[in-house]
């Protein structure tokens, strides 16, 4: 069995997943005035923020419950009982408790203080009759745009799409501090349980270890649902921990990442248990690892992330194998495990420094199995740098 040696003392252990004092601030006081910017060109006087991420991102908040009003010149945050101090400590610790009102009561309350501020006169900003409230299009749902139109009836509510999640997309240094310290305790984990490849473990064992592990390692939770798959199920890119033994011989595909204060990792590394891989899957370890570097070396400012995909898949259609690798290539990171930037065949989105994307092609082949290589990957203006660092030697 090959020893992987991990450098773990960036990884906060024992922190507990709590606020990290070691760690950038991050600029929570500045993205307000971003999105004020951003709503003028939507054509909206305010924005009604329902989605518990984007709402985080923005205040800092981190409730399981919450609306954010933001309008040309103030901003309030809407919770229940329950968060009353919290709401006031994590606004204090962003640096908006003099900028952001709240409103705490029960759900009636809570919307009347929405509605108050929503139809002031004074928030309007696109015309002297009436007022444009914007509402996530891509959150809310039908039921819930219906309760808003018949409270705001003088109000016209307007889709808007996407103008949180792309603030999202580049990240402070605070941000991206938070994405390493999670890699890093990503990358510890499975140094510390990779040896039980080689014990008949079932894929479930396995991935409980992982998970245990980066709980014990600082990580506030598992980024998703970890993914170990042996043998044939390796084949199947989103397979499920089962009770399947792992065998020698077998490939292991183990995809997973940590979070730490709400900034999530996400790593893929495929193994061969016992180190002498088929011929063929031997082929597929080597398409695969040349393509995933392929598709890293292309990452870089002003690139369009569809042509990382085909950086990818171009290699590993000329090896023989176009139909086996039917996902896209990679995806953002950030607060959510999958967020804007999509990098897939015919993406636009054209990258800037600071932004975080996967990079992870596959071949999965049924009856035999599959391999899959990601990194998550900071794009900077020569290039980009990772945040995942774990080997990609295939023998465990």
């Known amino acids: 069995m090959t020893t992987h040696q991990v450098t773990t003392h960036e990884t906060g252990a024992g922190s507990g997943g709590g606020t990290p004092t070691d760690l950038p601030a991050m600029d929570v006081t500045g993205r307000l005035a971003r999105l004020r910017r951003c709503l003028s060109d939507a054509g909206a006087d305010a924005l009604l923020v329902t989605t518990l991420r984007n709402l985080r991102y923005l205040t800092g908040f981190t409730g399981s419950a919450g609306l954010l009003l933001v309008t040309a010149d103030e901003t309030l945050l809407a919770t229940d009982g329950r968060y009353r101090t919290q709401a006031a400590e994590q606004l204090q610790a962003a640096g908006l408790a003099e900028s952001v ?56 509510l307007v889709p808007l799409a996407g103008v949180v999640e792309t603030l999202r997309q ?88 940590a979070t730490f204060d709400g900034y999530r990792s996400d790593m893929t590394r495929t193994f061969c248990v016992g180190g002498e891989p ?66 897939g065949q015919g993406s ?20 035999l199995g599959g391999v899959r290589i990601e990194d998550t990957v900071v794009v900077t203006d020569q290039g980009c740098h990772p945040l995942t660092g774990f080997p990609k030697d295939i023998a465990a």
């Open 101 to 156: 009102s709240l409103a705490i009561g029960g759900a009636q309350l809570q919307r009347d203080a929405i509605v108050a501020l929503a139809t002031d006169p004074r928030t309007r900003t696109t015309g002297t009759t009436g007022s444009r409230l914007g509402l996530e299009a891509e959150n809310i749902t039908w039921a819930a745009q219906r309760r808003w139109s018949d409270v705001l009836a003088d109000t016209e």
């Open 170 to 257: 580049v990240k402070d240094a605070g941000e991206l501090a938070r994405m390493a310290r999670a890699a890093a305790i990503a990358d510890a984990a499975l140094a510390e349980v990779l040896g039980l490849l080689a014990d008949g473990r079932t894929e479930q064992q396995v991935a409980l270890a992982l998970d245990t592990a980066m709980r014990r390692l600082g990580s506030e939770d598992r980024a998703f649902e970890t993914i170990v798959a042996s043998g044939p199920n390796a084949a199947k890119p989103h397979a499920r921990p089962s009770d399947r033994p792992i065998e020698t011989g077998d490939p292991v595909v183990i995809d997973f990442g």
């Open 278 to 343: 088929s011929p063929e899957l031997a082929r597929l370890f080597t398409v695969v690892a040349e393509a995933q570097a392929a598709g890293v070396a292309a990452v870089a400012a002003g690139v369009v992330t569809g042509d990382i995909d085909k950086a990818c898949r171009d290699h590993i259609a000329a090896s023989g194998y176009a139909s086996a690798f039917e996902h896209g290539t990679g995806h953002g990171v950030g607060l959510d495990i999958h967020e804007a930037p999509a990098v």
């Open 348 to 367: 636009t989105a054209i990258l800037t420094p600071g932004v975080v994307v996967t990079v992870e092609p596959g071949i999965y082949l049924a009856g």
